[in-house]
């Protein structure tokens, strides 16, 4: 294992230095964060995707665009902020999450996420569900 690390040592990474750092779209749809504040994590959505996780500081971006790619092998390929329609609702009334509803244009298939922050650990939480036609 040692011989591999030496081979490498020293050398750039493939595609160095890679896309530079930047913030994504400032047009967003929903912000959320944990009821507790135990937990140091916030979020955005836009284009009805998750873009944005913070954490440990609201200034502080973790990830950018989290979304999912859908294709069948042979005749399509969907980007998901791109190429479906959205739906965006409150989970509950009393909770500070959000339900994304992903329709496929054709009405192949749709994609329904709920996105929340965990209330003692600083995690966002997608649950995500691919619903082929009914």
């Not at 390929?77 to 509950?92: C, G, N, V």
């Amino acid at each position: 294992m040692d011989s591999v690390f030496k081979i490498f040592k020293g050398k750039e990474a493939f595609g160095h230095p890679g896309m530079p750092p930047r913030w994504t779209r400032s047009e967003k749809e929903g912000v959320g964060t944990a009821y507790n504040t135990a937990s140091r994590v916030w979020f955005t959505l836009s284009h009805g995707i998750l873009n944005e996780v913070y954490f440990p500081t609201v200034d502080s971006p973790q990830i950018r665009d989290m979304e999912y790619l859908v294709t069948d092998g042979e005749t399509f390929f969907h980007e998901e902020k791109r190429d479906l329609s959205t739906e965006l609702e409150s989970i509950d009334g009393h909770a500070l999450g959000y339900r994304i509803i992903k329709n496929d244009p054709q009405g192949r298939y749709r994609i329904v996420k709920e996105i929340i922050s965990d209330p003692h650990l600083p995690c966002v939480l997608m649950r995500t569900l691919l619903e082929g036609p009914v």
